[in-house]
């Protein structure tokens, strides 16, 4: 929440006669000088920054941007969350017309996500089948990862670091680099596993 207001406030302060009312609203409150100056200075925030963020997957596969002051990644949809979370571990890139071999791990990665505990895949089964057969499919679900992330990073240049991006009938991949990574999922890690040892 303090996060939240911090970063209201420093956008708000791009308005010179908004920034001079908080400024007067400040002095009324009990802060130092030093605390009244961070509030103000769009410089202490990390999401208008150039620097990347570390991003953190949980076991639980809630997606955290801990550098940026702990920022929660929200994608609507588990077919674009399942999307996005089979790209970032494999960072070398998936063409889409490569993505029905990884049919099987899309699967095992949505059924995981949901929130029914699918026991026999066959929900999984299908709703990964019907984002594959779809021409639009993919799309769509790059779209909902595009917004989740847009929410938190301002910053264009930073921002295409953490989407899938990339030619369309070449490899797309998330281009972070790899020790900004942080994997705690146990299923994640065991794919990435499976990959290295089939490699």
């Known amino acids: 929440m303090e996060n939240a207001i911090r970063r209201i406030i420093r956008y708000m302060i791009e308005d010179s006669e908004i920034k001079s009312l908080i400024e007067q609203e400040l002095e009324n409150i009990d802060l130092s000088e030093e ?93 990964i089948d019907g984002l594959l057969s779809r021409a639009e499919g993919i799309y769509e679900a790059n779209n909902k990862i595009k917004a989740a992330f847009r929410k938190v990073i301002k910053n264009q240049e930073i921002l295409n670091k953490y989407i899938i991006d990339g030619q369309r009938k070449n490899k797309r991949k998330i281009s972070l680099p ?9 299923l994640l890690l065991e794919i990435i596993k499976e990959g290295l040892s089939n490699s």
């Open 35 to 127: 605390e009244k100056q961070f509030l103000l200075s769009k410089e202490n925030d990390p999401v208008l920054n150039r620097s990347l963020s570390r991003i953190y997957i949980t076991d639980s596969f809630r997606i955290f941007l801990p550098d940026y002051g702990n920022a929660e990644i929200i994608i609507k949809g588990l077919q674009a969350k399942t999307v996005y979370l089979l790209y970032l571990i494999h960072h070398k890139g998936i063409a889409n017309a490569e993505l029905s071999l990884y049919r099987d791990q899309m699967i095992k990665i949505y059924s995981h996500l949901s929130p029914y505990k699918i026991k026999d895949d066959i929900r999984a089964c299908d709703m």
């Open 178 to 186: 790899r020790h900004l990574i942080d994997i705690e999922n146990h």
